[in-house]
């Protein structure tokens, strides 16, 4: 059972990114899809949510019109897209499989990170 985050890198301010959370050894369509970051010196926090079936989303307030997540349940993968990028936005994107979209420390599986540096 694993859960892949790919996709990070070093880009420019104004840049974007498409992070995807590929499945192995289970399947993702009855789990929300969470998307974490941690950045340098701080706690990781939950950033955005897509349920299992209707697929709603949430952000966090500070992300909303910039980042989109989208789900393929037949490619088993999650993704991030992230616009605009600044250097606010740096750190691990972290992704996750939980039950719900409660944005827990907890998730019932966890995927490795995937580092996205912003900078000039």
């Known amino acids: 059972v694993q859960l892949q985050a790919s996709g990070g890198g070093l880009v420019q301010p104004g840049d974007s990114l498409r992070l995807s959370c590929a499945a192995s050894?289970?399947?993702?369509?009855?789990?929300?899809i969470v998307w974490f970051r941690q950045a340098p010196g701080k706690e990781r926090e939950a950033i955005s949510c897509?349920?299992?079936?209707?697929?709603?989303?949430y952000y966090i307030e500070a992300l909303r019109g910039r980042f989109t997540i989208s789900r393929d349940n037949a490619k088993n993968t999650g993704y991030l897209q992230m616009n605009n990028l600044s250097p606010e936005d740096t750190a691990v994107y972290y992704c996750?499989?939980?039950?719900?979209?409660?944005?827990?420390?907890?998730?019932?599986?966890w995927g490795q990170g995937t580092q996205v540096t912003v900078s000039s």
């Open positions: 996750a499989a939980d039950l719900y979209c409660t944005g827990r420390s907890t998730p019932r599986y």
């Open positions: 050894g289970f399947t993702l369509d009855p789990y929300a």
């Open positions: 897509i349920t299992d079936t209707e697929g709603r989303t």
